[in-house]
């Protein structure tokens, strides 16, 4: 291909609308970044799949609140007739899509040290940074650090920095202890990012996980602090 076809792609792809799917439990049309892929193996085992790119037939969940609140044994049953009669009861497919979450989380941390702030001051310092930041803090981050840098963030999006891009706050589910050692660190009670891609992939994860882990209750929520 001559650069110029490759630059004529480019600019088509770019004015394309997303690609859509639709949800196959709620039938909601979204975004295909913003759903979850499952891919349901030879064995009839549903699996979520990050890169949604494995070859496996694939099917959509949107993970919305009112979706999950209305999933059943009944909506998974459905599946039956296309995909395979193995499929999972629901309580034992939202655990395995809520522990496959918690390691990806792992794993996106872990590929993003480079370009965290991690502790409070280096996150402070971030408010002057003009850049959009995602600052989590590990479940059990003090209330004071918590209102220090929420009001920074307020203040960010208020004061002389409000041309600067947004910044979005987030409870992770981790402990300070777990968070820390996804990072490579001991204990971390708050970091910011600040790249492009994986900031999104992160953010999603990270709201995916909170839904699910509301839906399946707070023991849950202990176990992956302590893990
Ligand atoms: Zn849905």
Redesign the pocket.
Known sequence: MKLADGLKTDLTMSQKKPVQRT?F??R?TEEKSKLLRLVVDNDGQIWPDFSAKLPSRGLY????EA?LMAMSDKSLYRLKRDFSPQLPQWEVLQQRIFDMLALRLQQLLNGMKRSSAVGRDAVMHQMWDKKSLLILFAADAGDAVLRQINDAVDKRALGEMKSAKHAEVMVSLLGAKALGSALGREKVSVVAFTEGNPLQKLHQICIWQQRLASLLGNNKENKVTHG
């Open positions: 949800c439990a709620c909601q969940l949107c993970l919305q979706c």
